[in-house]
């Protein structure tokens, strides 16, 4: 049981109990010492009022004294009315008398004359042989029966008073004696009366001179009630070593804490008096409240300790338990924070914190080696000025009162880089919260898109070589054609050359043919250009028909394709290539969605609709309600239902391996919502598939159309010369011989030092430089950088067989040059070359032209 | 037997009033019921010469039952000798007393004024076995043959001595007074006592004893001149004795110091020093109980009296343009008609 005691209650424990010791050791001690104290203070008092009495006793004798002085003869009453008031006035006076000297022969006549008086049966009670005299009481106060008995006595007659009585006659001073005169213990007081003023040598010359005797009772135990004194002091008076008065007899019979006793010296020549006090501190006296009192607080603190230490150590253990819980929850969370901080830390978006007003709290190293900031130079930065993304600070501004405003935001955005570079980003921002609902926090987190837009662009070419392949598979048979119908034609012109009229007829045929021919091929090769995505605002319907045309030679002719345009023109602002793209994928999988469909069809349809609440709930990446709504349907297998939810996903295919990458409708999904369109399908098993794309209609005057219809008016020159250079013997003398016959006068030359040396001899002439584009020694974009220098108005138009701004390598921004593409029709040429001579700017926004 | 039984009263202390005399009899009821072993309460038996309402022997019964009040059972018998003061009727008082002290047998016997002893102690219990305090008895106890083996007491002494005193500290040096009192004996014994004094110290006193009103206040009005000071004796004697005049002449005529030892003559002199009735009876008490509590009778002296008035008639002073000392002043009672 002990050793099970928790050492803290035991040490409180012991701890009390040490308290408790001392507290009643020092209590004692202060009992002890507070006894002490109050022992010898009332020693003194008593002492002190002993005295006080002793001086009154003396000053009675002498009140009385002055009486005989005063006067030859004192009466009676004049001493019964002195002596009654001394005694009146000191109770502890039992007895006043005087007793006149009386020599023996004197006896009788002190008798007759009290006689006299009234005092019948007075009587002198002296020794008989004493002659020197005697005192025999004359006077004595209080006059009562009792004390009366004493008249006649003489003071010499009692042995203890003789001593006392001859040194008062002898010393003139008050003396004192042991009474025995009566039982009762008394002191009795001297002073010798003398009938004149005599030296102490007459008066031992001659003692019958003196004339009486003063005498005063003193009652020692009424003297000690006059004194203030407490019960339990034992005081005796003692007179010369005996007892006056009896010790107060203690009862208590309970043991004595300790015992005190002093004895002291009272008066000097009238009373010499010893008091002798002694006092007991026994356990029943109330001055030990305080002892007890201090072992019961002892008691109390120690009881108390053990309460504290017991709670303590129960709330110590209970800490100590909580303590570990805690420890061990802040482990867990501090392991859950260092899992997210590494999250944080290591992941490959860049994160930001930001407090509720934008400061940057906080960037993770994938910001920094995403964005190129570094911590010091970011964090305590507002981020809304930073101006992070290619927008600018506006852009973020309204993002940030999205986020301020409880709603998270999500998006692609042109982060700027601390270089100054645009990075694609998809930025996620989200508001964090207190427990209050108060905005904290705001987390920003940018996902590097640069590396993914790069695969989708390598994943879209190669769709399109993909596609493209299949085109040209179509394209093959048609061009086959046109080239066939060209040579027939051609055939035919040479064999009726004597019949202008066919001849005329037969050139016509083959220019349409080679337009048909050419207008592929462009159609071909911008299908394949690798341009970025580009929105632009372009009309449906234009983009709908050019595409059609080029999937002819795409659907096999037994598959019926129907086309049902609304005559609305419909405006989106979408990437014309992706829109192809699309198309082809739609068209391609319908194909191959028909191979085993009996009396298979392609339905393409765009209308404008409306779209209901409810769609717009269903599908919140459709930016807005109206919409051009195209659908492409086909009758042919149909889709499984459990893999309509997977058609989407990227590399899903149903195809054979080499027939499909799994990458088409991914794709068009993609490029759907980049455009903030929708796309759904319904499908039915062995009844057909329908593709439904809803496109966000905008309202705008100036588009791009698929094929903008140009004009076949020539326009003729004035013999402006024009130098034309080209590679190409075959090329530069046929444009050469075109452009003669429209009015031009040209000078040719066959690449780019060619053309500046020509153009050295004849720059005051040149009116015009038309340039191929890639060609030996010198190319045309190095020549149109050279004659720019000697003429910076100088009209340079470019021609290329290739996709026209990449192969010319020129800038559409920098180069003030206008590009037509190979073929070009002779209308066009002239208009183009027109308008630059005359200083009119084409009407292309771009400073690109051709056939587009 | 009707006088007898008028004459006898059983009182502790001092008469009560109606409801304590109620009071004490319920506790005397209850005192019958206390059981037959209580302590016997002492019998003291108050033998007066007088009668009850005179003021004397008033006097001596209000201190005696001061002194024994509770201490001793009181009995009281008056001889009424002052209203009858023919020997016989004191003698029949005398047997009378002796009868009832036979039947009393009380524990001490205490006896006030000249006649009680005369008639009564001196003839019957001389020596005998009950106790006796007397008191009251004028100057001496000589005609009675006092001290006996089984009395004391205290004689009645007037305070001639300390008068002369006061007339001396008054008057400094002083040769010759006058002493007026009415013309009986005992004045005339009073006279020899106070000219014992005066001579003593070489003071001429001359008599003057009258026997009426008119012979006082022409003989207080002649004396006015012929000494330093008068002193006034008793009136009792004086037959047609008048206050108002006493009064009246006293007022008109004071011219020198006027003394006097009795205490209803303090209207009529500027300076008086009476003996008091109170303390024979407080002191005939005392001894009462000491020999009731084991004193030898016969060893307690016979005392004088020693306790004095001193009273001041202011009225008289202003009269007589006589200056008192301070400490008389102090001390004395001031009187005034």
């Given amino acids: ?852 | 037997m009707i006088g007898y039984a008028a004459n006898i009263v059983t009182t502790y202390g001092r008469q009560r009033p109606l409801f304590r005399r109620l009071a004490a009899s319920v506790v005397a009821l209850v005192s019958l019921l206390i059981p037959l072993s209580a302590p016997h309460a002492a019998t003291c038996l108050y033998i007066s010469s007088y009668h009850s309402g005179y003021e004397w022997n008033d006097g001596i019964e209000q201190g005696l039952e001061k002194s024994l009040a509770g201490k001793c059972r009181l009995e009281k018998f008056y001889m009424d000798s002052k209203r009858h003061q023919s020997d016989d009727h004191s003698k029949m008082m005398a047997l009378q007393a002796k009868a009832y002290i036979e039947k009393l047998s009380p524990d001490i016997l205490i006896a006030a004024d000249d006649n009680a002893s005369r008639y009564l102690i001196q003839p019957f219990y001389k020596n005998s076995s009950i106790p006796v305090v007397f008191c009251g008895i004028n100057y001496s106890v000589a005609p009675y043959g006092y001290p006996y083996d089984n009395a004391t007491g205290m004689i009645e002494i007037s305070p001639v001595r300390p008068l002369y005193k006061q007339i001396k500290a008054i008057l400094g040096s002083v040769k010759r007074g006058a002493f007026l009192a009415a013309d009986v004996t005992t004045q005339h014994r009073e006279y020899d006592l106070n000219k014992e004094v005066y001579s003593s110290h070489g003071i001429e006193l001359a008599p003057v004893f009258v026997k009426t009103m008119a012979e006082w206040s022409k003989q207080f009005k002649r004396l006015q001149s012929q000494g330093d000071f008068l002193v006034i004796g008793n009136n009792a004697g004086i037959s047609d004795w008048s206050e108002e005049q006493a009064t009246a002449v006293s007022r008109a005529e004071t011219r020198i110091l006027t003394v006097t030892n009795y205490d209803w003559m303090r209207w009529y002199a500027l300076l008086s020093i009476t003996k008091l009735a109170e303390e024979q009876g407080e002191w005939a008490g005392d001894v009462a109980l000491a020999v009731l509590g084991g004193a030898d009778i016969s060893k307690i002296p016979v005392v004088a009296n020693r306790h004095w008035n001193i009273y001041v008639n202011p009225e008289l002073l202003e009269t007589s343009g006589i200056k008192l000392p301070q400490t008389i002043m102090l001390k004395a009672i001031r009187v005034s008609r």
């Fill in chain 1, 1 to 852: 049981m002990f050793f099970s005691t928790p050492r803290p209650v035991l040490l409180a424990g012991v701890l009390g109990l040490l308290i408790t010791a001392v507290m009643s050791g020092l209590s004692y001690n202060r009992l002890i010492n507070d006894e002490r104290h109050t022992f010898d203070n009332q020693v003194q008092n008593i002492r002190e009022d002993l005295s006080i009495q002793s001086r009154k006793a003396i000053e009675a004798l002498d009140n009385i004294s002055s009486l005989f002085k005063a006067s030859e003869s004192v009466d009676i009453d004049e001493f019964h009315i002195l002596a009654s008031e001394q005694v009146e006035r000191y109770p502890f006076i039992r007895t006043i008398y005087y007793a006149p000297y009386v020599l023996h022969s004197e006896r009788s006549d002190v008798e007759n004359a009290m006689h006299e008086l009234g005092f019948i049966g007075f009587t002198i009670h002296a020794a008989d042989d004493s002659t020197a005299g005697s005192f025999p009481i004359k006077y004595i106060e209080p006059f009562s029966p009792l004390y009366i008995l004493r008249l006649g006595y003489d003071l010499l007659l009692t042995p203890s008073f003789t001593n006392a009585v001859n040194r008062a006659v002898d010393t003139a001073a008050i003396t004192s004696a042991k009474s025995d005169i009566t039982s009762k213990q008394s002191i009795t007081l001297f002073k010798a009366l003398y009938a004149g003023r005599l030296s102490l040598q007459e008066r031992a010359i001659y003692p019958a001179m003196k004339n009486g005797m003063l005498a005063l009772d003193i009652d020692p135990q009424i003297l000690l009630q006059e004194v203030d004194r407490i019960p339990q002091l034992s005081v005796t008076l003692l007179y010369r070593n005996q007892p006056l008065t009896d010790k107060n007899a203690t009862t208590s019979t309970a043991p004595e804490l300790v015992h005190f006793d002093k004895q002291v010296t009272i008066g000097k020549e009238g009373m010499q008096l010893s008091l002798y006090c002694d006092k007991s501190v026994s356990w029943h006296q109330a001055d030990l409240t305080l002892l007890l009192l201090s072992s019961g607080m002892g008691i109390t603190i120690t009881i108390l300790l053990i309460v504290i230490a017991r709670t303590f150590h129960s709330r110590s253990r209970l800490l100590l338990q909580r303590n570990e819980e805690v420890q061990a929850l802040v482990d867990e969370k501090t392991k859950e924070l260092q899992k997210l901080s590494s999250a944080v830390e290591y992941a490959g978006e860049a994160i930001t914190l930001m407090d509720a007003s934008g400061i940057i709290e906080y960037i993770n190293p994938a910001f920094t080696r995403i964005m190129g900031y570094q911590p010091e130079h970011i964090v305590g930065q507002n981020a809304i000025m930073l101006g992070l993304s290619e927008q600018g600070s506006e852009n973020f501004d309204e993002i940030w009162q999205t986020v301020v405003a409880g709603e998270s935001w999500t998006g692609r955005q042109m982060s700027r880089h601390q270089d100054g570079t645009l990075i694609p980003t998809r930025l996620s921002m989200a508001p964090i919260h207190n427990s209050n609902s108060q905005l904290v926090h705001v987390v920003a987190i940018h996902q590097d898109l640069s590396e993914q837009e790069v695969i989708e662009e390598r994943l879209r070419q190669s769709q399109k070589m993909e596609a493209v392949g299949t085109l040209v598979g179509g394209i093959a048979h048609d061009f086959n054609n046109m080239l066939a119908a060209i040579q027939g034609n051609v055939y035919l012109a040479d064999i009726n050359m004597d019949h202008p009229a066919t001849v005329r007829e037969k050139l016509g045929k083959i220019e349409t043919l080679t337009s048909r021919a050419s207008t592929m091929v462009q159609q071909l090769l911008s299908f394949a250009r690798k341009d970025r995505v580009k929105l632009s605002s372009l009309s449906l319907n234009s983009m709908l028909k050019e595409s059609f045309k080029l999937s002819e030679t795409v659907v096999p002719e037994n598959i019926d394709l129907i086309y049902d345009i609304c005559e609305e023109e419909l405006i989106v602002k979408a990437d014309v290539t992706q829109l192809q793209q699309i198309i082809m994928n739609l068209l391609s999988n319908a194909c191959d969605a028909l191979k085993q469909a009996d009396k298979p069809n392609i339905t393409c349809r765009l209308s404008a609709d409306d779209m209901e609440p409810s769609f717009m709930q269903a599908h919140p990446e459709l930016k807005s309600s109206r919409v051009a709504h195209l659908s492409v349907a086909d009758n042919g297998s149909g889709i499984a239902k459990s893999d309509l939810d997977k058609i989407f996903e990227p590399f899903f295919t149903t195809k054979d391996v080499g027939e499909g990458t799994g990458l088409g409708l991914s794709m068009v999904f993609g490029a759907i919502q980049r455009i903030q369109g929708a796309i759904t399908v319904e499908s039915t098993r062995h009844k057909g598939t329908t593709f439904h794309l809803y496109l966000p209609r905008i309202e705008q005057a100036a588009v791009i159309s698929a094929n903008d219809e140009q004009s076949d008016v020539i326009v003729q020159g004035m013999g402006e010369t024009v130098l034309l250079v080209d590679d190409a013997h075959d090329v530069r003398d046929a444009i050469s011989e075109v452009l003669s016959g429209i009015g031009y006068r040209v000078l040719t030359a066959s690449d780019g030092k060619d053309a500046l040396h020509q153009f050295s001899m004849h720059e005051q002439d040149i009116k015009a430089v038309i340039s191929d584009v890639v060609m030996p020694h010198m190319g045309g974009k190095e020549l149109f950088r050279l004659l720019r220098q000697r003429n910076p108005r100088l009209p340079f138009l470019m021609i290329t067989g290739y996709d026209s701004l990449k192969a010319a390598g020129i800038s559409a921004d920098g180069d003030d040059c206008v590009l037509i593409n190979k073929p070009f029709s002779v209308s066009s040429l002239s208009r183009q070359l027109h308008d630059m001579i005359h200083h009119t700017q084409p009407t292309d926004s771009s400073h690109s032209t051709g056939n587009q």
